[in-house]
């Protein structure tokens, strides 16, 4: 990318509401330079903040748009956490930067790797999370915050030149997007596979095996239950199954529908007011 | 220098391969027993009996019979037994080890009144002559709305699984099951979650003895256990209780048989007859088929190798003998080192199995 757009909020826009930030165009090393580099003031708003992605008007608030970094924040990190993740991202381009609270103990820091073009609004969530994965698999564990798509960054800002840890550069290649998508979707689609699997063949284990039993007769009770009866035949078997430590949602997905399909739809309210009573009546029994 | 990260190539799960078929399968890894090494090591293991050829720990041994032919009284023969702090007992001719220090015996008596069964199991020890300080190690439950589901039964599972229980009796079935006694599905499904509560035991599983109703005019088959094939499947002992009675109705004995076992025993059971009577001093006293050996005031090496004239295996050895599987164990290799036996191996019960027997002097066995 020959010209990254990000949104730049200047303090006093970043304190303003709503917050409508500037969308600007840097070159990487011009931007990096400016990421990286450290601000010495007591607060860590003092220099305003950030947004890898390009938002539609500058405003924050549900803004989506084009996004020209991957950005991840570690917190959960040790003494020689910024060397070492320096070190397993060499291949890549982009910049390690201590945040505002990093300590030797406990360098806290923001990675921020540059991607080959720009990512779609709907590649976004796909391409971080796939980021967070593989981060993970390495030991780095990043804040799941950071993945929605207009979250905001400070500046680089420091306490004291002496709290100062240093930044890390990153001179290898931009991550490329598509290839990172390809490997992201695989994975994807193995872990659909798998959901799939297991809902097929769960296992069932013995206890659910009984529990099983006893929501298959409950269900059968409320559905022959005949009118008139249908809301005490819920209420009794809600309360029955409540005696395995279900909650009411649990029961709620195991009767509720049963009761609407022979009650009628205008009944649903009732019915799941009377699991609910019921499932605190069996509480306040045992 | 650490391994460099790349976005570019997929996470994907380990998958089985012909060489490593359990890769990528965490629980198949955890619970399977795989390639011969572990296979034969496993088998080579001694089995330790907590009942001499009738069961072991982690198995579900069904004690069935008709109301009144005695399942209660041979369960709570079994319960101090295992409880007792002394030495093993003998029920039906078998040595009933106790259960080891620390651990507690869970008695779910559904039939009888706290009463009823608390007198049953004073009865019991004075029976078997146990110290009733057994009875400081039996958990009882004799109510009649502890049924499986309840919470006395989530808690019970839990004090499983702390380790602390070596044998779970439940007496009976049918009225241990959460609502109908006479569904099977639901009796069935006792099977299945017991089996699950000792599976959260890491070492050591308890034994599980369930009295369970017999059909009328029940023949002793396992078709006759509440005429359910599939809970006797699941038991790994299924014992058949039936009372002997004289012409006023009234029980005289019981006789026990044993249509399935998991282990083959060297000699088959066959039936037994139990009968618990007053003896002269007005205690009662158990008196089982197998009568009780006299004394043999001889040293237990030469006692051994009388034995030992014909082949025996180490079992039989054991039981002739009337030893622990330790105290065989060393006899052996005592008789071993002084070059009194030998051993070789015999086709018994279509398994091969190892056979000791004396030495001739000079040379080969006799």
């Given at each position: 990318?020959?010209?990254?757009a ?13 917050q409508v ?70 291949n890549?381009?982009?910049v ?12 806290k820091?923001?990675i921020v ?9 709907d ?19 990043v ?7 207009n979250r905001?960054?400070?500046?680089c800002?420091v306490?004291?030149?002496d709290?100062?840890?240093g ?5 290898g290649?931009?991550i490329?997007?598509?290839a990172?998508?390809?490997?992201a ?9 798998e ?12 206890t ?5 039993a006893?929501?298959?007769r ?5 559905a022959?239950?005949?009118?008139g ?7 009794r078997?809600a ?6 430590g279900l ?9 509720l ?15 799941i ?14 | ?31 399977a ?17 907590a009942?001499q ?12 019979g ?12 079994i ?12 029920v ?12 507690y ?22 029976t ?8 400081d ?8 709305d ?26 009976t079935?049918a009225?241990?099951?959460?609502a109908?006694?006479?569904?099977e599905?639901?009796?069935a499904?006792?099977?299945a979650e ?30 006759d ?6 809970r006797t ?11 002997n009675?004289d ?7 019981s ?18 007859e139990f009968s ?12 089982a ?11 237990l ?66």
């Open positions: 990318m020959d010209e990254l990000i949104t730049f909020l200047t303090p006093e826009r970043f304190r303003a509401r709503p930030g500037l969308v600007i165009r840097q070159d990487w090393h011009s931007l990096a330079r400016g990421l990286s580099w450290p601000h010495v003031a007591s607060r860590k708003d003092a220099y305003g903040a950030w947004c890898p992605a390009a938002l539609e008007g500058g405003v924050v608030k549900g803004g989506r748009g084009p996004v020209s970094l991957l950005v991840a924040d570690v917190d959960d990190c040790s003494e020689g956490a910024i060397e070492r993740e320096a070190e397993a991202l060499r890549y381009a982009g390690i930067v201590p945040t505002f609270s990093a300590t030797r103990a406990r360098p820091n923001r790797l540059l991607p080959s073009r720009a990512l779609a609004p590649e976004f969530p796909i391409a971080w999370s796939k980021m967070a994965r593989t981060l993970a698999a390495a030991g780095i564990t804040d799941k915050g950071c993945k929605n798509i905001l960054y400070y500046a800002v306490r004291s030149p709290a100062w840890l930044a890390r550069v990153l001179t290649e931009p490329d997007v598509d990172m998508l390809a490997a979707r695989a994975e994807l689609a193995e872990q659909e596979e959901r799939r699997t297991r809902e097929r063949e769960r296992p069932i284990a013995s659910d095996r009984y529990i099983a006893a929501i298959a409950a269900r059968e009770s409320v022959t239950a005949p009118e009866g249908r809301h005490e035949a819920l209420v078997e309360y029955s199954l409540a005696r395995f909650g009411a949602s649990d029961i709620e997905s195991a009767l529908d049963t009761f609407v399909a022979r009650a009628g739809e205008a009944r649903r309210r009732e019915g007011r009377a699991i609910r009573d019921s499932v605190a009546a069996r509480g306040t029994a045992a | 220098m650490t391994q460099a990260i790349d976005f570019t190539v997929p996470i994907l799960r380990d998958r089985p391969t012909a060489d490593e078929p359990l890769r990528g399968l965490p629980t198949l890894s955890r619970l027993i795989i390639g011969r090494a572990r296979i034969e090591a496993l088998a080579a293991e001694p089995i330790v009996w009942w050829d009738i069961a072991s720990e982690g198995q579900i041994v069904l004690v069935a008709s109301p009144g032919d005695g399942k209660t009284t041979l369960l709570f023969l319960v101090v037994a295992r409880a007792s702090l002394g030495a093993p007992a003998d039906l001719g078998r040595r009933v080890t106790p259960a080891p220090p620390g651990k015996i869970l008695l779910f008596e559904a039939e009888h009144g706290p009463g009823s069964a608390a007198r049953k199991l004073v009865k019991s020890c004075l078997l002559d146990i110290d009733t300080a057994a009875l190690r039996v958990i009882l439950l004799a109510r009649r502890v049924r499986l589901g309840t919470e006395a039964w989530i808690e019970a599972r839990k004090l499983i699984a702390a380790g602390l229980v070596s044998d779970v009796v439940i007496d079935l009225r241990f099951a959460p109908d006694a006479n569904d599905q639901a009796q499904a006792i099977f017991v089996a699950s509560a000792i599976e959260e035991v890491p070492s050591s599983k308890p034994i599980v003895w369930i009295a369970a109703h017999a059909r009328k005019d029940a023949s002793g088959n396992l078709d256990v509440s005429g359910s094939a599939q499947g699941q038991a790994d002992a299924v014992l058949f209780v039936r009372a009675r012409a006023h109705k009234r029980v005289t004995s006789t026990v048989t044993f249509p399935k076992l998991r282990e083959e025993p060297d000699e088959p059971l066959g039936s037994i618990i009577a007053k003896g002269i001093d007005g205690r009662p006293r158990y008196v088929g197998a009568a009780p050996k006299p004394l043999d005031p001889r040293p090496e030469e006692r051994a190798l009388e034995i030992l004239e014909t082949p025996t295996t180490k079992t039989r050895l054991r039981e002739t003998l009337g030893l622990r599987t330790p105290e065989v164990e060393d006899l052996i290799t005592a008789l071993f080192a002084a070059r009194q036996i030998t051993k070789e191996q015999q086709i018994i019960n279509g398994r091969p199995r190892d056979v000791f027997r004396r030495r001739v002097p000079g040379g080969g066995a006799s």
